[in-house]
């Protein structure tokens, strides 16, 4: 499974990083993103609920760490500027 550890990254670098691994994995896989920035979180969990991708989320050591399953199904994601 591939891990994006965003962990002191300023937004929209934690919301690039799980864009760009939702293009590189296969339907049906699994990665992960970490962050340590609720404004992080917040702006992943609601591009990745906007967008009908599976997700859960748990809190450790200060972090969200996010595992997103690429759905079956192609979904076009929303446009959202880099």
Do not use: H, Y
Request: net charge positive; proline share 4%; charged share 30%.
């Amino acid at each position: 499974m591939q891990i994006a550890d965003t962990r002191g990254q300023q937004c929209p670098a934690p919301l690039i990083a799980t864009r760009k691994l939702l293009k590189e994995t296969a339907k049906g896989d699994s990665f992960q993103v970490i962050t340590g920035s609720r404004n992080a979180f917040d702006n992943i969990s609601r591009f990745l609920k906007d967008n009908k991708i599976i997700f859960k989320v748990r809190e450790e050591n200060s972090a969200w760490i996010i595992t997103i399953t690429k759905n079956e199904e192609e979904q076009p994601l929303l446009n959202i500027e880099n």
